[in-house]
């Protein structure tokens, strides 16, 4: 995308809304809706994974060392990680904005 | 060679829908569009018309049906009234917003309840918000001649918005009257074969329908206002187009003597013939009146309306809706909005009859504009009354 959606006048509309680059959700940052966010522990954490797989968005990757680790340009916030977790490992603390 | 046949209005579409060679027609029977949809099925049934005719078990289901196949780049019919015309509502304003070139046909017909299945323009009025371009045809030559147009103007790409022919159901889509029924000869490129500009196609993926969030909604919003309200040069260069080949000749504002007219009537739909009975017999009195013919009703021809009833002291609208609880019905609203702040800015009143089926006969409208003129002279401040309603 040339231009951020809130950079687009109406002339950028294409005809009929339509879009013409496929599968380009990915571009769309959904991590401002956020008002909190996943800060994770790496000391208490256990690499099981249960974070990965409740993950509603999903956001959650593994890095290089194996941890589960949310990516803030998609996380909206929502604490389901850090509910879940067995270990106590994801505190979900406030963002200023 | 074309034929001068006696047919139904509702025949004379179905006959312009096969001279279109209309790839898809989806519709559900409902009265009294009901003729429209049987003859094109049995032109299918019969060959005449190679179409896919998808039998579908709504309104909603068929409005669904024409944004798909119109986003394939197949030309598109359906028509419905009424009742369908309200189930397909939410759809409406997806075949416009989406840009899909769908022509429909809509045999007006009042609204439940109770139920009624007879002409007046309740059905109409409540889609004029959806985007679509929509006019009126008032009588068999005419809706053939417009349906035919439809597909010309919707597919036109400095247009590419769906097109709704309106015509009064019964008074138009069931009485029997001669027209002209060109043949493939004449119609000759009139009408070229529909070339869509961004189909559905898997070797080029695009995504129509997408969502807008409250970022970019406004910007797609402002966009297709733009784009509706810039189609007024295409419909009447369309309409220029044909009246130059068949003789026949359409205006988005038509009059019937205004020239000095002091009282200007304003009306749309078949009534019209009815009012135009009587504002000759007014003016063969003496009388200073005209009729003004409101035929694109979207987009809505602000300075050509103003021009046609710029002679007028007094404007009266006559209308076959109701807006419940408003100031006045839509026909008078959107007049008065016209109207307002112009410099001499005519006195305007306005009259609501002929819901469900009613007829106005000739001398109702001589009563009409007697009474209008008793309402201007006593300057009473009356937005609207009913007529030909018992009280």
């Not at chain 2, 019209?272 to 021809?301: C, H, S, T, Y």
Request: hydrophobic residues 40%; contains cysteine.
């Amino acid at each position: 995308m040339a231009k951020k959606d809130f950079e687009l006048t109406w002339k950028d509309i294409p005809v009929g809304s339509i879009v013409h680059e496929p599968g380009n959700a990915s571009q769309y940052q959904t991590g401002d809706w956020r008002s909190q966010m996943p800060v994770l522990d790496k000391a208490k954490c256990v690499k099981c994974g249960i974070c990965y797989r409740f993950c509603p968005e999903p956001c959650i990757v593994k890095d290089d060392d194996g941890y589960y680790v949310s990516d803030l340009f998609y996380c909206k916030g929502c604490g389901i990680c850090a509910y879940e977790c067995p270990k106590d490992a994801i505190t979900i603390v406030k963002e200023e904005h | 060679m074309a034929k001068r046949v006696g047919a139904e209005g509702s025949f004379a579409v179905a006959e312009a829908v096969r001279l279109a060679d209309t790839d898809v027609v989806a519709a559900y029977p409902i009265t009294p569009q009901t003729h429209i949809v049987e003859r094109l099925s049995e032109m299918v049934a019969d060959g005449e018309l190679k179409a896919n005719f998808i039998y579908v078990e709504s309104e909603h289901s068929a409005m669904s049906a024409c944004l798909g196949s119109s986003a394939v780049g197949a030309r598109t019919f359906t028509s419905t009234a009424g009742q369908g015309l309200e189930l397909m509502h939410e759809v409406l304003y997806l075949a416009s917003s989406m840009r899909l070139p769908i022509v429909m046909a809509v045999a007006d017909r009042a609204l439940s309840g109770p139920l009624n299945v007879w002409g007046d323009h309740s059905d109409a009025m409540a889609t004029r918000e959806c985007g679509w371009i929509q006019y009126f045809g008032e009588n068999a030559q005419e809706v053939f001649d417009l349906t035919l147009c439809a597909f010309k103007i919707a597919e036109h790409h400095d247009v590419l918005f769906p097109v709704m022919v309106h015509m009064d159901g019964f008074h138009v889509s069931h009485v029997v009257e001669p027209y002209l029924l060109p043949d493939k000869e004449e119609l000759g490129d009139f009408l070229p074969p529909i070339n869509y500009p961004y189909p559905l196609d898997p070797n080029k993926p695009i995504t129509m329908g997408a969502f807008a969030p409250p970022a970019v909604y406004s910007e797609c919003r402002k966009a297709q206002d733009v784009a509706v309200n810039s189609t007024h040069a295409t419909i009447e260069n369309v309409w220029n187009e044909f009246g130059k080949r068949f003789d026949r000749h359409y205006k988005p504002i038509e009059t019937h003597k205004t020239e000095d007219a002091e009282t200007i009537l304003v009306s749309i739909g078949s009534f019209n013939q009815m009012a135009a009975v009587a504002v000759d017999k007014l003016r063969e009195e003496g009388k200073k009146v005209g009729l003004v013919r409101i035929r694109l009703w979207r987009p809505f021809p602000l300075q050509a309306f103003r021009q046609a009833v710029k002679s007028a002291k007094n404007v009266v609208i006559f209308e076959r809706s109701m807006t419940y609880g408003g100031t006045v019905g839509p026909v008078c609203a959107e007049v008065k909005s016209a109207l307002y702040g112009t410099k001499g800015a005519p006195r305007i009143t306005s009259f609501i009859g002929g819901l469900g089926g009613r007829d106005m006969s000739p001398k109702q409208f001589e009563a009409l504009f007697k009474r209008a003129q008793e309402i201007f002279d006593k300057n009473l401040d009356i937005q609207y009354e009913t007529i030909g309603v018992r009280e």
